[in-house]
């Protein structure tokens, strides 16, 4: 279970140091912010997950350099030892004193480790190094400089050896992860094999952060299980959905099937547009999952969680429902007509059956293409 929500856990102690009533109240809700956090555990038992709230505070500067961070400028497609000596390279290599390095130097530190491994070589260059895949995740404007645990690397060249160097001497590693970059993770459809990559080191939660017309949206994701989706400034489905909401006159008091939610993006963006019933659906087990724990994060409290239940519902809320099956089985536990069904199908995959299958659920249907 990633979390329950007990928050026995509130002590009152500091009723003993006569403070005002209002910083009474401001200290209970802070501590039943922090409880909250600390039972919304990953399952590395670390804080991998956080609430939107607190990333968002967090997050703001995150990967700006401060005024004394600079770098030595690295093209990324000549090879790295033409630029610089390898040997060179250490935790120390081009270290700010704020803590942080840029992004290009954390790469080079891996290249460095890979050709040591002998899974890279004296051409390699610090394009095909790895996928760097920042953490938390929102767009940037510039390059960003890395602090501890901000980066999971994906490679399709890495063996557990060199994973586990690249976790324990790189400290803004946070995980290592062995996968083929073309190969989208998850199952493509009921017919299609699932794929998965594999985590060789650390932990891979890591987070996007979407921005949306109302308001920010904290996904967090399993990444070896879950596909990757580079976030950009607008997020087209984002702007599909909310388009087409306005076009329908879907403005208030309206119900949504996300019926391919993945992470749970377009239900959550619905719920916070005002539906005021939305049922996430997704065939693929780790992907409902983490729509049960975004729900959480951004807000929407789970009041029943079952990670271990398969092909039913999973979890629910006031105002959510979420299941695990294919599109074409909704039917047999859904009896209501939908406002709106959602239907975001990974690239290549015929949505036809899926529409058949939405247009028995809901009024109108949006297909992301
Ligand atoms: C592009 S992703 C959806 C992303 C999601 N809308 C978001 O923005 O976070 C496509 C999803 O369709 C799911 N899927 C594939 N075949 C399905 C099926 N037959 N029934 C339900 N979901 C399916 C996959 O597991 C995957 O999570
Ligand atoms: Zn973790
Ligand atoms: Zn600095």
Not at 66 to 77: A, D, G, M, R, S
Not at 240 to 269: E, N, Q, R, Y
Not at 287 to 296: K, R
Request: net charge negative.
């Amino acid at each position: 279970m990633y979390f329950d929500h007990r928050f026995h856990l509130v002590h009152l102690n500091y009723l003993k140091y006569h403070i005002s009533p209002d910083s009474f109240i401001k200290k209970l809700i802070e501590d039943l912010i922090i409880v909250c956090i600390m039972e919304l555990k990953c399952k590395c038992g670390s804080t991998c997950i956080r609430t939107a709230e607190e990333i968002l505070i967090q997050n703001k500067e995150a990967f700006n350099p401060c005024q004394q961070c600079e770098t030595i400028p690295l093209k990324k497609f000549s090879p790295l030892s033409e630029q610089i000596n390898l040997n060179i390279i250490d935790s120390q290599f081009e270290r700010c004193s704020c803590g942080k390095r840029h992004l290009d130097i954390t790469v080079a530190h891996v290249l460095k480790l890979m050709v040591d491994e002998d899974l890279q070589n004296e051409l390699s260059t610090l394009r095909n190094t790895c996928v760097p895949l920042i953490t938390p995740a929102y767009p940037l404007q510039a390059i960003p400089y890395l602090g501890d645990k901000s980066l999971i690397v994906l490679s399709p060249k890495m063996n557990q050896q060199c994973a586990e160097r690249i976790l324990e001497e790189i400290p803004e590693v946070k995980a290592v992860i062995k996968g083929e970059t073309n190969k989208t993770v998850g199952i493509k459809d009921s017919s299609h094999e699932p794929h998965v990559y594999e985590t060789l080191a650390g932990c891979d939660m890591r987070c996007d952060i979407i921005n949306t017309p109302q308001g920010p949206i904290c996904l967090h994701k399993d990444q070896s299980e879950i596909h990757i989706e580079f976030p950009a400034h607008r997020s087209p489905k984002i702007t599909s959905t909310s388009l087409f909401m306005k076009k329908h006159c879907i403005d208030s008091d309206f119900t949504v099937l996300d019926a391919t939610s993945g992470p749970g993006t377009l239900g959550i963006f619905s719920l916070m547009s005002g539906a005021s019933r939305v049922v996430f659906n997704d065939l693929w087990k780790p992907a409902t999952n983490m729509t049960a724990l975004n729900l959480e994060v951004n807000g929407f409290k789970v009041d029943f969680f079952d990670e271990t239940l398969e092909k039913c519902m999973i979890a629910h809320g006031e105002q959510f429902e979420v299941y695990n099956l294919d599109i074409r089985d909704l039917g047999s536990v859904l009896d209501e007509k939908f406002d709106l069904c959602i239907i975001d199908p990974f690239p290549g995959v015929n949505s036809k059956e899926f529409v058949e299958s939405a247009s028995k659920l809901a009024r109108n249907i949006l297909v992301i293409e």
